[in-house]
């Protein structure tokens, strides 16, 4: 027979994370927002850019690409699974 006396555990649903609503679509604001802000920014990742931007991984994938290519940003690694970023400043190296 069980005791009495015992108290019963109470369950815990645990912690509950706020779903994020990230940009799928690139709109103007955001577009500028992003050419503005990421030529200051020392590091530049796809978490960078999710986190700051507040769009999704596959649009900060081709944001990069984008800025990579119009010579706003240099590669420091590029690794299968991450590639990592900086400002590209004046000259050459």
Do not use: W
């Not at 990421?38 to 649009?59: E, H, Y």
Request: hydrophobic share 35%; charged share 30%.
């Amino acid at each position: 027979m069980a005791n009495q006396n015992s108290p019963v555990a109470a369950s815990s649903k645990g912690k509950v994370k706020d779903k994020a609503q990230h940009a799928v679509i690139l709109d103007k604001t955001t577009s500028e927002k992003l050419h503005k802000d990421v030529p200051s920014f020392r590091l530049v990742t796809v978490a960078t850019l999710v986190d700051r931007m507040k769009i999704n991984g596959s649009l900060a994938r081709q944001c990069i690409k984008d800025l990579e290519e119009k010579g706003i940003i240099k590669p420091v690694v590029q690794h299968s699974k991450m590639k990592i970023y900086t400002r590209a400043v004046g000259g050459t190296d």
